[in-house]
Nanobody, 124 residues
Framework: EVQLQASGGGLVQPGGSLRLSCAAS????????IGWFRQAPGKEREGVSY??????LYADSVKGRFTISRDDAKNTVHLQMNSLKLEDTAVYYC???????????????????WGQGTLVTVSS
């Protein structure tokens, strides 16, 4: 069956880095898009980044600091997070969607499968 497993979160100081991973099973990445979302306490879930075979997209708040990538051999999507800020603290989720028009990647309702989430805490 389809499974997504997010990992790599932890405690990091401001300005530090973390690398999140989304391990996919039950399907091949090239037929779908994978999005990273995050949810902080008291806030709505928001799109962070998205990748399919032809595109990489980022929220303005993370552009230039985060990089999304695919490892097709391992069927895994990574999110490299650099220059972390306090406001990056959240639970991070990866999710699967059919390949979308670019303007829809931020919308959770279009994603059909979600991983369990991994907690990122940025604190001094």
């Amino acid at each position: 069956e389809v499974q997504l497993q997010a990992s790599g979160g932890g405690l990091v100081q401001p300005g530090g880095s973390l690398r999140l991973s989304c391990a996919a099973s039950g399907f091949e990445l090239d037929a779908y898009g994978i999005g990273w979302f995050r949810q902080a306490p008291g806030k709505e879930r928001e799109g962070v980044s998205y990748i399919n075979v032809g595109r990489k997209l980022y929220a303005d708040s993370v552009k230039g600091r985060f990089t999304i990538s695919r490892d097709d051999a391992k069927n895994t999507v990574h999110l490299q997070m650099n220059s972390l800020k306090l406001e990056d603290t959240a639970v991070y989720y990866c999710a699967r969607a059919p390949r979308l028009p670019s303007g829809l990647w931020r919308a959770p309702p279009y994603y059909t499968h979600w991983g369990q989430g991994t907690l990122v805490t940025v604190s001094s």
